[in-house]
């Protein structure tokens, strides 16, 4: 039997852009103030306290007046209990800088294991934690993703990450 053709159903697509960069060289020599916010992201891992994944995540927040704010993950043994590196930057942020518009997080990684050379892109949870901070800013975040070493991605504005946000208007 031919099942009929519903002929209400559409077909989208959804496009993500981003610039990617072979090496933070490279970034530098294009991007030089979001370079400085990697670099220091690439100094927040060593702060990060992960003994049991052994994945050392740095990330760091630019504020719209300047201000660098460092965050890393914060792993437990109860392990809900741990925070990763990007919240913590944000709500660290947050708590200090209440009504300064976030600008731009970088993010990067180290790992005791092996050698991370891809981008490092975040999680879910913090994908919807970066959707209100940008809301809240009222405008776009700049997000700049690293491993250790090599390709840089830029992604203009977390929707670009995450699409299809769960959005405050609906609350
Ligand atoms: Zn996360």
């Known amino acids: 039997m031919k099942v009929p053709k ?13 610039t990617v960069y ?3 060289k490279e970034f530098a020599a294009a991007e030089a103030l979001d370079a400085e916010l990697l670099f220091q992201a690439h ?3 060593s702060r990060s306290y992960a003994p049991y994944s052994k994945f050392h995540v740095g990330a ?10 460092k965050g890393c993950n914060i792993e437990n043994a109860a392990y809900p ?5 990007e919240r913590t930057a944000l709500f660290a942020a947050q708590a200090q800088y209440p009504d300064v518009p976030v600008e731009a997080l970088a993010i990067t990684a180290q790992s005791e294991i092996t050698e991370v050379t891809e981008p490092v892109a ?11 901070a940008e809301q809240r800013s009222g405008r776009p ?7 250790n070493t090599g ?21």
């Open 141 to 147: 975040m700049r997000i700049i993703c690293q491993g």
């Open 43 to 45: 100094e927040a891992v």
């Open 81 to 85: 209990s741990g925070l990763c590196a």
């Open 22 to 24: 072979d090496n933070e």
């Open 151 to 171: 390709k840089v991605f830029v992604f203009d504005g977390v929707e670009t990450l995450m699409p299809f946000i769960f959005l405050t208007k609906f609350l």
């Open 60 to 69: 760091a927040v630019r504020l719209a007046n300047g201000v660098i704010v």
């Open 122 to 132: 975040p999680c879910g949870a913090c994908r919807q934690v970066m959707v209100e």
């Open 6 to 18: 519903n002929n209400n159903m559409k077909k989208q697509q959804f496009i993500s852009d981003y």
